[in-house]
């Protein structure tokens, strides 16, 4: 196999873009998170009777019906993603997912918040598949192992800062809606950068594709190699997707391990919470130690394994970050 390619070069205005885009696609979908959490922590103020009063089962179908709704977005997003491009599907996921977030906030029913949620579900589907084919725009072939390792810490990141944050929100502002508004308004500003730096191709500045710029091959998806005469997003493309082994067993292993992450994710703030009793402030603390577990958990490790493409070994890059985050995190409670 050829050595893949440096992750740097000569040309300073092409790698300049590369790695702006890897900062702003990694802050946006760590900000996609900021949303994401919000309900997790706002659990321990909503099952009180003088608040909404939400029983575990309440809870259930508000956590399934955003789940659902994610899982059917992650389909029709995707493709959307390569119809009119990373930029428009973002752009438009984020205003979706801000829009939802303040209005679960202002919620005084559980219907009400239960269809927000469903909505924030779809929104958030908008993120993972668009920002992935924006990296692969600026990123050849070869190199994305190494890459998208680092790439994928983003949700560790955001899962740890979104569920402090929505914990402190609601220390500060004395009610359960902060843990919605203020993750919003933290997200309205990653949305203003990624106007200002993104761009979904090097074309769209003035740059030859990354191919060109490494000396690749054009993307293929016939076994032979040969070049695909198919555009983006065809249905020829994603027959050939789904009928990869190697796609079909990374999905048959991510479906039986999503489950159980968010089952402990979705509920930890709670049952961190109910040996010393549901008031206000304890939701911070349960924030932090929420955080402390999304940035530790180590069931995800397959999409985010950092392969050496030269010698095909790799390395959990987002491990010792876990580790790192999880012993600050634990830090910090012992001087609360």
Known sequence: MPDSPKLSGNDRRY?????????????????????????S?????????????LSKGDMSWMDGANSLAYAVGQFAWGMMGDKFGTRI???????????????????????????????????????WAPLAKNMGEFFSRRERGRVMGWWCTNYAFGGFIATVLAGQAVKWGGTWRYAFWVPALALVLIG???????????????????????????????ADGSPTQEP??????????????MVLL??????????????????????????????????????????????????DGVPVLAVDESGHRGRFVR??????????????????
Not at 93 to 116: D, E, K, Q, T, W
Request: hydrophobic share 50%; with cysteine; charged share 15%.
């Open 232 to 245: 983006e997003g065809s249905w020829k493309i994603v027959g050939a997707v789904l009928r990869n082994r």
């Open 192 to 222: 203003v950068l990624f106007v200002f730096f993104q761009r979904n191709r090097p074309e769209d500045v003035g740059l030859p594709s990354i191919e060109q710029y490494h000396g690749e091959p054009e993307a293929v998806v016939a």
């Open 89 to 127: 599907v973002v752009l438009v996921g984020m205003l979706l997912s801000v829009i939802v977030a303040m209005l679960a906030g202002a919620s005084n029913v559980a219907l009400a918040l239960g269809i927000c949620l469903a909505v924030q579900g779809l929104a958030q589907a908008s993120g």
């Open 319 to 336: 491990g010792r970050v876990s580790r790192v985050h999880s012993r600050l995190a634990a830090l910090r409670d012992r001087g609360h």
């Open 15 to 39: 790698e300049r873009w590369r790695w702006q885009i890897f900062a702003v696609t990694w802050l946006a979908y760590a900000g996609f998170y900021l949303t994401r959490k919000s309900f």
């Open 41 to 53: 922590v706002a659990k321990i103020e909503l099952a009180m009777p003088d608040v909404m009063g």
């Open 250 to 299: 990374l999905a048959a292993v991510y479906f039986l391990v999503k489950p159980t992450r968010y089952l402990i994710l979705y509920w930890s703030p709670v049952y961190v919470n109910e040996p010393v009793g549901s008031h206000v402030p304890v939701q911070a603390h349960a924030g932090r130690s929420h955080g402390a577990a999304e940035s530790g958990d180590s069931d």
